[in-house]
């Protein structure tokens, strides 16, 4: 009679989750993978059972249609879910078409069970809860992690009256069947709820006093190495953040696993970054993100050889800030990993990763396919700016190249040229630095080091390091917060900035056909909208910070010179220029063997990417920042 229940009991589960035909799926950006978005209850029991509080998953858009949608990070396509879907998931997100789906993978359920089994335990005030009243909905599924959202459903007795939820969070000693928590996976892990996050110009205040009626739940889908980011790092820097009021609370570990905060809210569309007053909230988020310092990892790490370059022959610009790696040291532990978190450190590694994948076939010119998606140019201000020179029609990376770098590309193959681009491009940002570290310049433009560490887009800071629309949440008060810190790091003060204003190009919502992205160069930010969005940074740097760091002394308040203006732009620029080629080899990495017509196409986004490197690269040849093309 046991086997027989237990039988029955994995048949019913199965079909509490097996998919419902939907119309249309979502995909989550929170991590690099998907899976198709079913509850795992059945709709009718969603409709009368679930009184939890109606939210946007942190991973939500809104198309010029009214139809929800969802992304993933980086070139991920978006879909739709239909309204009965997404009613019945309350915002859960569902599959990344270029991530396996979770249809018939036996372990999902396993985990679903799983969850449900012991989250009760993790999160304060649900201790009592049975597990008949926490509700688990599958967001997500596949290589990296899976994303559960877990709902306190109140006993049916308090979802009556004026106040349905009735806080009623107090249940039975004993769960439904009569199974107590025996062991409890998190242990000492879990967090208790402060009454408010961390006080300081970071950070977001929110009333925790309440036990949560969501929470979202991430088991890990790999161990402490991953292929483009540190998993361990990761995890200690969402905790750090979390603490600080800068993400997503940690509420509890255990094993494979963290317990979050569920953020209520919606994430940003890329219309919306058009926006001016938009723009200033997130100047605003950035400037104090950049000024966050996190305690050092207690992890070893061998030396970054692209970060020491920049530190030994920047001295001046690094006078205090060095960090524990020993750059000078000739002796290299070879079982110690190297830190790379670093721009330069990350442009080889995932170029590396690239060469081990699909694009090793790309090795002559002739093998690179033709571009089709859409790249709209229009008219832009920065284009009449330059003399009224116009850029040809543009079919793809080579149309943009000289006839030397042609022939030179059809030699080596595109991932061999834009290896040796992205090294050409290091020494003509390490010449630029340089040039603002004259001292005499220094003393003109900042007046000290100190200034120029806190005013120069060439300053490495703590940076998101994927900063997109998709990955800046805004709460239901208005509130803008960062989520998705796995990539963040090391970098140039510049770069999230210049990475934004990429990403605010290229639509990964509106395109329902092939290659389900398209890019509109006229919403690039012309120069008036760049120097008013880097003018803004500034002075709030200045204003919130100066003091602090000792620059008013130096630098009157308010008093942000157009040459300071000046040189953060061209950094902005050539930062555009990193995150081009970052992503454009983070793709060709992902790039399947055989592109299905009916999925997002890695290869014509690596094309994509590549294009608008060529086109800014010509822009700035142009205005003398570049070298001219051989």
């Known amino acids: 009679m046991q086997v027989l ?13 097996a998919p419902a035909s939907p119309s249309g799926a979502g995909s989550l950006f929170l991590v690099a993978s998907g899976a198709q978005t079913e509850p795992a209850v059945d709709d009718s029991a969603v409709q009368q059972g679930s009184t939890a509080e109606t939210s946007v998953a942190p991973t939500h858009l809104r198309g010029s249609d009214g139809a929800l949608r969802t992304q993933t990070p980086q070139a991920r396509p978006l879909a739709e879910m239909s309204a009965q879907q997404t009613e019945a998931t309350a915002g859960a997100a569902a599959k990344d078409p270029s991530m396996p789906g979770h249809h ?3 372990h999902l359920n396993d985990d679903v069970a799983k969850v449900q089994s012991f989250i009760g335990c993790c999160v304060k005030g649900w201790e009592n809860l049975p597990e008949s009243s926490l509700r688990v909905t599958v967001l997500s599924g596949g290589l990296s992690n899976r994303l559960f959202a877990v709902d306190a459903l109140p006993p049916p007795e308090a979802r009556t009256g004026s106040n349905p939820m009735g806080h009623a969070l107090e249940a039975p000693e004993r769960s439904s069947s009569g199974k107590r928590h025996t062991h409890c996976p998190c242990g000492n892990s879990r967090q208790e709820p402060p009454e408010t996050a961390a006080s300081n110009s970071l950070s977001v205040t929110r009333d925790q006093t309440q036990p949560p009626q969501r929470v979202l739940v991430r088991l890990y889908g790999h161990g402490q190495e991953h292929t483009f980011f540190d998993a361990a790092e990761e995890r200690r820097v ?33 219309t919306e970054l058009q926006n001016e007053a938009v723009q200033k ?83 002559v010119g002739t093998q690179i396919p033709p571009l089709h998606a859409s790249i709209s140019r229009g008219v832009s201000t920065d284009a009449a700016e330059a003399n009224g020179v116009v850029t040809p029609e543009v079919t793809g990376p080579s149309s943009l190249l000289s006839p030397a770098e042609k022939r030179h590309l059809d030699r080596v193959g595109l991932l061999q040229y834009y290896t040796e681009e992205a090294k050409k491009l290091e020494e003509v940002l390490l010449a630029r630095v340089k040039y603002e570290l004259d001292p005499e310049r220094v003393r003109e433009v900042y007046g000290s080091p100190e200034a120029w560490r806190l005013l120069s887009g060439a300053s490495i800071v703590f940076s998101h390091n994927d900063v997109q629309e998709n990955n800046v949440m805004q709460h239901d008060d208005g509130v803008l917060q960062m989520i ?36 509109h160069l006229t919403d690039y930010p012309s120069l008036p909208v760049r120097r008013r969005f880097i003018t803004h940074y500034l002075n709030r740097l200045l204003t919130v910070y100066g003091s602090t760091s000792g620059v008013l002394a130096v630098i009157p308040r308010g008093t942000i010179s157009k040459a300071m203006v000046d040189n953060f732009e061209v950094m902005v620029e050539f930062s555009g220029l990193i995150s081009d080629l970052l992503w454009a080899f983070w793709s060709l990495a992902q790039m ?36 001219a093309r051989k």
Not at 238 to 251: E, I, Q, R, S, Y
Not at 333 to 351: E, G, I, N, S, T
Not at 592 to 620: C, G, I, N
């Open 238 to 270: 969402f905790k750090l953040l979390g603490d600080m009021g800068l993400a997503p609370k940690c509420l509890a570990e255990f094993p494979g696993g963290r317990v979050e905060t569920w953020i209520v809210g919606q994430a940003l569309k890329r």
């Open 484 to 519: 998705d810190f796995e990539y963040s790091g090391r970098n140039f003060r510049s770069y999230d900035m210049g990475n934004l204003f990429r990403e605010m190009t290229i639509d990964y919502a509106d395109v329902q056909m092939y290659p389900f992205f398209s890019v």
């Open 104 to 106: 018939g993978d036996p």
């Open 5 to 17: 229940a237990c039988v029955l009991g994995i048949v019913c589960l199965y079909l509490r989750t």
């Open 281 to 363: 909230q997130v100047v605003d988020l950035l400037a104090d993100f950049h000024q966050t310092i996190l305690p050092p990892s207690g992890s070893k790490y061998s030396a970054d050889p692209a970060w020491c370059r920049w530190v030994q022959q920047l001295p001046q610009a690094f006078s205090g800030h060095r960090t524990s790696e020993d750059c000078n040291s000739e002796q290299e532990d070879p079982f110690v990993r190297p830190r790379c978190d670093f721009a330069f450190c990350r442009l080889d590694a995932w170029a590396e990763d690239a060469k081990k994948g699909s694009p090793s076939r790309l090795q």
């Open 592 to 627: 399947p063997d055989a592109e299905p017509s009916d999925e997002f196409s890695h290869m014509q986004y690596v094309l994509s990417r590549l294009t608008l490197y060529e086109l800014k690269k010509s822009e700035l040849i142009r205005r003398g920042l570049f070298p």
